[in-house]
């Protein structure tokens, strides 16, 4: 009677994974970073789905309703209602003196703000990574005159420059006694930011190629004959993709802060066009008697910076982990 040997185990075979699935599986393990993707995610879809809002909810971001419709505003041009004159009919309240929806108001001036912002930070990234990348890798000459142009961009002062810079664009398209249009003011803006908000990225993308080209696989890809343009996009920018997306995540929100502001003190987007900051300037009128119609712009700009913040720092743990916070 012969004894038969057990048959052996079939073991799966070990299945690698891309560096891009294995920084997805991180960042899904990053709570604070899933969640403030899902709020940047809402903000974003806010912006683009602002007219179907609107025409949802039945109410559009210049029309007067306090002016038009009696019992809303008192003698003072204050709500009747409490709370801002939250209702049914106005979820967010009504602003002050005119009576417009606030909420059509935040939504519109979300769709404003960001437009600017993802515009500008688009720029900025395409302009960073040429320049910083170009001077890093040809190094010499080229890398000198770029460096220098760079340090004389920044030493402009950055909050004086945009004020002083933002009239002067408008006062070359437009005379001083017509009316700046929305679309020019809009189109200033966002020249005016990417002029001057490149350099950080760019200078920051010259140290990481500077480091990166002298490093073996460089070496071992001029060798063999590729060209410049190869060793960059096959070689160079899949190990920027970290600081790219990091400065990137950390751009746009700063860019809207700035637009909130240029707007605030009148150099930026101005009335009837909605806009977070024109919402933070009609407010600090108001704050002192009606201090709602600008909590809700005052949260929905917290809430926005610290979720993108939040992303940044997820995304760059999830890029490196070694990083950990």
Not at 13 to 37: I, T, W
Not at 135 to 159: E, H, K, N, V
């Amino acid at each position: 009677m012969t004894s038969s040997s057990p048959a052996p185990v079939a073991h799966p075979e070990p299945v690698g994974r891309s560096p891009g699935q294995l920084m997805r599986r991180r960042f899904k393990r990053d709570r604070p970073g899933v969640v403030s993707a899902y709020v940047v995610t809402f903000f974003f879809l806010v912006a683009l789905a602002a007219p179907l809002i609107a025409k949802l909810y039945g109410r559009n971001p210049t029309e007067t309703y306090g002016l038009n419709e009696p019992g809303l505003l008192n003698e003072f041009g204050y709500p009747v209602k409490p709370n801002g004159g939250i209702s049914g009919d106005f979820w967010f309240g009504i602003e002050p003196t005119l009576g417009r929806d606030v909420l059509t108001q935040l939504v519109y001036g979300i769709r404003t703000s960001l437009l600017i912002a993802a515009a500008a930070t688009v720029l900025c990234v395409l302009t960073g990574v040429l320049i910083g990348v170009t001077a890093g890798y040809l190094g010499g000459r080229t890398d000198y005159l770029l460096g220098r142009f760079i340090d004389l961009l920044l030493a402009f002062p950055s909050q004086l420059s945009f004020i002083a810079f933002t009239p002067v664009v408008y006062a070359l398209f437009v005379s001083p006694e017509k009316e700046t249009p929305t679309y020019l003011r809009v189109l200033t803006l966002i020249l005016v930011l990417w002029v001057l908000g490149w350099m950080g990225l760019a200078r920051l993308l010259r140290g990481q190629v500077l480091s990166l080209r002298e490093r073996e696989f460089v070496e071992a890809a001029r060798v063999t004959g590729a060209s410049p343009w190869r060793i960059i996009t096959k070689e160079l920018l899949p190990n920027l993709w970290t600081p790219i997306l990091v400065q990137s995540t950390l751009m746009l929100p700063s860019f809207v802060t700035i637009e909130a502001g240029l707007s605030f003190i009148g150099v930026g987007i101005v009335e009837p066009t909605p806009d977070w900051g024109r919402m933070f300037a009609n407010g600090a009128h108001y704050y002192e008697s009606d201090i709602t119609y600008i909590f809700f712009p005052g949260l929905a700009m917290i809430v926005f910076v610290v979720a993108f913040n939040l992303l940044g720092d997820s995304v760059r743990d999830a890029f490196d982990p070694r990083t950990g916070r």
